[in-house]
């Protein structure tokens, strides 16, 4: 596996589907960021960095009674076709319902938060 990103939302939604309370992903400061934006859009309840090296990211997962509250997670950008954007090229996941996940020269943001800042970037995801 040599795309790290696409194992931590396949690790994420194979969790979702079968209703795990946490996750374990290896950690890694990109992934960390992931955490933080699905933390503060609401998609996760909290995430946590444990262990000495090789350190683990955990991550405590959110549902609404028996449904995941991540309907969906898509990998954009992969190491074999990186996709980037300019601010006003920047997509409008699922009709604004859903969050894009980009890296910018500023660091990993949402969508919206690049488009405030007029900031393009490479497109790592989507999540909905």
């Avoid at 996750?23 to 946590?48: C, T, W």
Wanted: proline share 5%; with cysteine; aromatic share 4%.
């Amino acid at each position: 596996m040599n795309d790290p990103i696409s194992d931590m939302l396949t690790r994420i939604r194979n969790a979702n589907n079968a209703l795990l309370p946490l996750v374990n992903v290896p950690h890694s400061k990109m992934k960390e960021s992931i955490a933080g934006i699905l933390k503060r859009e609401g998609y996760i309840q909290d995430f946590s960095v444990e262990g000495q090296l090789p350190k683990e990211l955990k991550l405590k997962l959110k549902y609404q009674g028996k449904k995941s509250v991540i309907e969906g997670l898509r990998r954009i950008s992969t190491p074999g076709l990186r996709r980037y954007v300019g601010s006003t090229d920047i997509p409008r996941v699922r009709g604004g319902l859903g969050v894009a996940v980009l890296s910018t020269s500023e660091g990993l943001m949402t969508g919206n938060q690049a488009r405030k800042k007029n900031l393009g970037g490479e497109l790592l995801c989507y999540i909905w």
